[in-house]
């Protein structure tokens, strides 16, 4: 069926989310990391697959966490690691879709193109993929209970450490 | 004059075509392209012409179906052949705006960019450009009763068989 | 917080700057630079900034224009050189959102990536960054009172004479 017809959300929940998309990729991008944990409930699922293990149902992630806490121990680490070359991200968001209102939970669909930018450097490509999330009232807030990032390469970046 | 004063278009309408966009773009991006001729209407224009061709009014163009029918025959034709390495197309939409509001037709227009994934290389820009719409009402269904695909480059990129 | 709960924008308006922001890009991706200085005051700003600058608090940018009379004449010199290739410019927004509402002003941001096309050569990624805007009413037009274009790469693009 084109367009979802029946699929009624009223205009200012759809805004709130829209809202919250772009809030979360405001943060992200700011580079503001510290923030990113509290865009989940603290029972969450934020996992990272390519595409391939998505259709074979291969539920194998790169990145793989279970609860805010976890979340936040991964900025900590990323925050330690001298791995990395300074870098900035940009997320350009695409299609975002409420695909279907349950109970207590919307699930939200949308596409995204991460911008790469090194030092001395031009920008670039980073990642391409599609997040299948979950969205919830959480204490009045809307928050991610899951974030199912899935990029479309078979090869892995590196710096797939980044929140997606 | 700036940002269309007087184009007044009922919000649940555009919310039904961003829905539609959505819809056309999601089936491509999972790889459903038999999904794809139902998206038009019986008899349909589709076009895909390089920018340069639009502005000279050369009305030719690099791919051209008028009906639902020769739109299902791309489909057959590109699941027979194996020319083509596999690849994920990622559709990125920016700009969705209804230009005009007619009797019994909306013209839309928007940005489009493509990313596309080949097997162990990253993503990259595939095709960027513009989409000149005629959406219609049809059995209770919106529709694309023309679309003009116009892509920046003067280059033909091999993969133009897909569906933009 | 998360998604600015208590931002409280009329859907009218917020689709009003939906269309200022498609206007300004159709009119840039179209080639009509001409048309550039009226999305502006006649008493403005419009800043090209690297992002390394906006975080040390250097306000040097690569750009500065303080009035719609300056943004024309850098559209008469730009189309007085014949420095540069021949190029197709294509933006694309993401994350557009009202982040204040003053007594005559609307602070509003974006993301956006540029994908640029020389003759003969695939579309590739230009520059990525975000807009820090201020849109006011101007005599029943929303125009911008300051436009600072915020890009992410530390090297300078010789095609940054383009509008942004």
Redesign the interface.
Known sequence: ?????G?DVA?AL???IA????????AL?DGALERWP??FTATCLYKVVP?ENVERNLPIGLIYCESRAMLTDRIVALRQTALFAPR?M????????VRAVEADALRV?A?F?L?E?L????????????YRDVVVEDA????FAEKLCIY????V?TSLVFPI
């Open positions: 069926m084109v367009a979802a017809p699929l205009p759809r805004q709130r809202d919250l998309y772009c809030e979360y990729c405001d991008d509290d865009f595409r900035v940009r997320h350009m968001i695409s299609g975002l879709r669909t596409n193109t911008i930018t030092v001395d450097q031009p920008s670039r490509v980073f990642l391409a993929g599609s009045g807030t809307l928050r479309d390469s078979t090869i970046p």
